[in-house]
Protein backbone atom coordinates (compact mmCIF):
# COMPACT_ATOMS: atom_id res chain seq x y z
CA UNK A 1 0.00 0.00 0.00
CA UNK A 2 1.31 3.13 -1.26
CA UNK A 3 1.90 5.51 1.89
CA UNK A 4 3.77 7.99 4.14
CA UNK A 5 4.77 7.04 7.79
CA UNK A 6 5.62 9.09 10.81
CA UNK A 7 6.88 8.11 13.78
CA UNK A 8 6.16 8.56 16.23
CA UNK A 9 2.14 10.02 15.97
CA UNK A 10 2.31 11.85 19.87
CA UNK A 11 5.08 13.08 21.88
CA UNK A 12 5.37 14.81 24.85
CA UNK A 13 8.72 16.10 25.75
CA UNK A 14 10.64 19.32 27.55
CA UNK A 15 11.63 22.07 26.93
CA UNK A 16 15.58 21.67 25.15
CA UNK A 17 15.83 17.97 25.09
CA UNK A 18 16.13 16.54 20.97
CA UNK A 19 13.74 14.83 19.29
CA UNK A 20 13.42 13.70 15.86
CA UNK A 21 10.29 12.54 14.16
CA UNK A 22 10.86 10.59 11.36
CA UNK A 23 8.78 10.34 7.89
CA UNK A 24 9.23 7.81 5.21
CA UNK A 25 7.51 7.01 2.04
CA UNK A 26 7.44 3.88 -0.32
CA UNK A 27 6.37 5.53 -3.65
CA UNK A 28 9.89 6.45 -4.41
CA UNK A 29 8.90 10.40 -4.47
CA UNK A 30 12.01 12.89 -5.29
CA UNK A 31 10.21 15.30 -3.44
CA UNK A 32 9.06 15.46 0.16
CA UNK A 33 8.30 18.27 2.82
CA UNK A 34 7.16 19.02 6.72
CA UNK A 35 4.54 21.63 7.66
CA UNK A 36 3.42 22.55 10.90
CA UNK A 37 -0.08 23.27 11.16
CA UNK A 38 -1.56 25.36 14.15
CA UNK A 39 -5.30 27.07 14.40
CA UNK A 40 -6.00 30.24 12.55
CA UNK A 41 -2.67 29.71 11.28
CA UNK A 42 -3.13 26.90 8.54
CA UNK A 43 -0.30 24.83 7.24
CA UNK A 44 3.10 26.51 6.65
CA UNK A 45 5.92 24.56 5.14
CA UNK A 46 9.19 24.04 7.43
CA UNK A 47 11.65 22.24 4.96
CA UNK A 48 11.09 20.57 1.86
CA UNK A 49 13.49 18.66 -0.20
CA UNK A 50 13.70 17.55 -3.92
CA UNK A 51 15.81 14.67 -3.72
CA UNK A 52 18.68 13.15 -1.99
CA UNK A 53 20.98 15.47 -0.49
CA UNK A 54 18.84 18.67 -1.25
CA UNK A 55 17.20 20.46 1.25
CA UNK A 56 15.44 23.57 0.90
CA UNK A 57 14.27 26.20 3.70
CA UNK A 58 10.36 26.83 3.66
CA UNK A 59 8.44 29.86 5.19
CA UNK A 60 8.88 28.80 9.27
CA UNK A 61 12.39 26.77 9.54
CA UNK A 62 13.66 28.18 12.32
CA UNK A 63 14.41 25.43 15.40
CA UNK A 64 14.46 23.11 12.77
CA UNK A 65 16.72 21.15 10.97
CA UNK A 66 16.16 18.59 8.47
CA UNK A 67 18.80 15.62 5.99
CA UNK A 68 17.85 13.48 3.10
CA UNK A 69 20.18 10.86 3.11
CA UNK A 70 17.78 8.62 1.44
CA UNK A 71 15.26 8.86 -1.26
CA UNK A 72 12.41 7.13 1.20
CA UNK A 73 13.29 8.92 4.65
CA UNK A 74 13.36 12.49 5.93
CA UNK A 75 13.28 13.05 9.14
CA UNK A 76 12.91 16.36 11.01
CA UNK A 77 14.83 17.25 13.86
CA UNK A 78 14.18 19.88 16.82
CA UNK A 79 17.54 20.30 18.55
CA UNK A 80 16.25 22.08 21.25
CA UNK A 81 12.11 22.21 21.11
CA UNK A 82 11.02 25.16 23.09
CA UNK A 83 6.99 25.38 23.73
CA UNK A 84 6.64 27.22 20.74
CA UNK A 85 6.81 24.51 18.85
CA UNK A 86 3.88 22.83 20.28
CA UNK A 87 2.17 21.96 17.09
CA UNK A 88 0.62 19.47 14.59
CA UNK A 89 3.42 18.17 12.38
CA UNK A 90 3.06 16.38 8.70
CA UNK A 91 5.05 15.47 5.97
CA UNK A 92 4.43 14.59 2.69
CA UNK A 93 5.38 13.59 -0.86
CA UNK A 94 4.81 13.79 -4.23
CA UNK A 95 6.36 12.69 -7.57
CA UNK A 96 7.89 15.29 -8.97
CA UNK A 97 6.24 14.66 -12.61
CA UNK A 98 2.74 14.49 -10.59
CA UNK A 99 1.04 17.41 -8.59
CA UNK A 100 -0.50 15.13 -5.90
CA UNK A 101 0.98 15.32 -2.72
CA UNK A 102 0.28 12.74 -0.44
CA UNK A 103 0.54 13.75 3.30
CA UNK A 104 1.39 11.51 6.51
CA UNK A 105 -0.57 10.76 9.46
CA UNK A 106 0.54 13.66 11.48
CA UNK A 107 2.57 13.81 14.37
CA UNK A 108 1.21 15.65 17.11
CA UNK A 109 3.87 17.02 19.68
CA UNK A 110 3.69 19.10 23.34
CA UNK A 111 6.64 21.00 24.73
CA UNK A 112 6.59 21.93 28.04
CA UNK B 1 6.21 35.90 0.73
CA UNK B 2 2.56 35.51 -0.23
CA UNK B 3 -0.76 36.71 1.17
CA UNK B 4 -3.26 33.55 0.92
CA UNK B 5 -7.30 34.88 2.08
CA UNK B 6 -10.27 32.81 2.40
CA UNK B 7 -13.20 32.09 4.46
CA UNK B 8 -13.41 30.93 7.86
CA UNK B 9 -16.73 29.40 7.91
CA UNK B 10 -19.17 28.72 5.70
CA UNK B 11 -22.59 26.73 6.24
CA UNK B 12 -24.76 25.14 3.65
CA UNK B 13 -27.41 22.39 3.09
CA UNK B 14 -27.22 19.01 1.96
CA UNK B 15 -27.95 18.85 -1.98
CA UNK B 16 -27.01 22.81 -2.54
CA UNK B 17 -23.73 23.81 -3.73
CA UNK B 18 -21.12 26.16 -2.10
CA UNK B 19 -18.65 28.18 -3.62
CA UNK B 20 -15.13 28.60 -1.77
CA UNK B 21 -12.97 31.92 -2.90
CA UNK B 22 -9.75 31.94 -2.63
CA UNK B 23 -7.33 35.53 -3.54
CA UNK B 24 -3.66 35.37 -3.13
CA UNK B 25 -1.02 37.26 -3.78
CA UNK B 26 2.53 35.59 -4.71
CA UNK B 27 6.01 36.52 -6.67
CA UNK B 28 6.05 34.01 -9.39
CA UNK B 29 3.23 31.42 -9.76
CA UNK B 30 3.37 27.82 -10.42
CA UNK B 31 0.15 26.43 -9.29
CA UNK B 32 -2.87 26.74 -7.12
CA UNK B 33 -4.16 23.59 -5.08
CA UNK B 34 -6.90 22.66 -2.83
CA UNK B 35 -6.76 20.23 -0.47
CA UNK B 36 -9.66 18.35 1.98
CA UNK B 37 -9.12 18.13 5.64
CA UNK B 38 -11.46 16.26 7.68
CA UNK B 39 -11.61 16.93 11.60
CA UNK B 40 -8.68 15.11 13.17
CA UNK B 41 -6.68 13.72 9.91
CA UNK B 42 -4.30 14.38 7.12
CA UNK B 43 -4.90 17.00 4.31
CA UNK B 44 -6.03 14.96 1.20
CA UNK B 45 -5.56 16.37 -2.53
CA UNK B 46 -8.39 17.75 -4.16
CA UNK B 47 -7.55 19.43 -7.53
CA UNK B 48 -4.44 21.74 -9.14
CA UNK B 49 -4.80 24.65 -11.23
CA UNK B 50 -1.96 26.14 -13.19
CA UNK B 51 -3.47 27.67 -16.02
CA UNK B 52 -6.59 30.06 -16.45
CA UNK B 53 -9.68 28.24 -16.45
CA UNK B 54 -12.21 25.68 -14.54
CA UNK B 55 -11.35 22.11 -13.64
CA UNK B 56 -14.38 19.95 -13.43
CA UNK B 57 -13.43 16.75 -11.24
CA UNK B 58 -17.35 14.53 -10.36
CA UNK B 59 -18.88 16.83 -8.13
CA UNK B 60 -15.68 19.22 -7.24
CA UNK B 61 -14.85 21.87 -9.40
CA UNK B 62 -12.09 23.95 -9.23
CA UNK B 63 -11.74 27.61 -10.91
CA UNK B 64 -8.57 30.05 -11.66
CA UNK B 65 -7.52 33.65 -12.94
CA UNK B 66 -4.50 34.51 -12.59
CA UNK B 67 -4.33 37.97 -13.55
CA UNK B 68 -7.14 38.53 -10.59
CA UNK B 69 -5.11 36.24 -8.34
CA UNK B 70 -8.54 34.43 -7.57
CA UNK B 71 -9.58 30.69 -7.63
CA UNK B 72 -12.83 29.19 -6.16
CA UNK B 73 -13.28 25.73 -4.95
CA UNK B 74 -17.16 24.60 -6.28
CA UNK B 75 -18.72 21.87 -4.07
CA UNK B 76 -21.92 20.53 -6.23
CA UNK B 77 -24.79 18.20 -4.49
CA UNK B 78 -23.03 18.99 -1.03
CA UNK B 79 -22.97 15.50 1.15
CA UNK B 80 -22.92 15.26 5.06
CA UNK B 81 -19.45 13.54 4.09
CA UNK B 82 -18.29 17.14 2.73
CA UNK B 83 -18.02 19.15 6.19
CA UNK B 84 -14.31 19.67 6.56
CA UNK B 85 -11.72 21.90 5.93
CA UNK B 86 -10.71 23.12 2.44
CA UNK B 87 -7.26 24.79 2.17
CA UNK B 88 -6.12 26.89 -0.54
CA UNK B 89 -2.35 26.82 -1.47
CA UNK B 90 0.09 28.34 -3.95
CA UNK B 91 3.25 27.35 -5.09
CA UNK B 92 5.51 29.72 -6.26
CA UNK B 93 7.73 29.36 -9.69
CA UNK B 94 10.94 30.43 -8.33
CA UNK B 95 11.91 27.76 -5.53
CA UNK B 96 8.69 25.58 -5.38
CA UNK B 97 7.69 26.66 -1.90
CA UNK B 98 4.08 26.43 -1.17
CA UNK B 99 2.36 28.55 0.91
CA UNK B 100 -1.24 27.45 2.42
CA UNK B 101 -4.65 29.85 3.25
CA UNK B 102 -5.85 29.29 6.30
CA UNK B 103 -8.42 26.82 5.18
CA UNK B 104 -12.59 27.04 5.40
CA UNK B 105 -14.70 24.92 7.68
CA UNK B 106 -17.54 23.85 5.84
CA UNK B 107 -20.86 22.50 7.81
CA UNK B 108 -23.24 20.60 5.88
CA UNK B 109 -26.41 20.85 7.62
CA UNK B 110 -29.38 18.19 6.97
Known amino acids: EAQVTQNPRYLITVTGKKLTVTCSQNMNHEYMSWYRQDPGLGLRQIYYSMNVEVTDKGDVPEGYKVSRKEKRNFPLILESPSPNQTSLYFCASRDTLEETQYFGPGTRLLVL | GQNIDQPTEMTATEGAIVQINCTYQTSGFNGLFWYQQHAGEAPTFLSY????GLEEKGRFSSFLSRSKGYSYLLLKELQMKDSASYLCAVRRANDYKLSFGAGTTVTVRA
Open chain 2, 49 to 52: NVLD
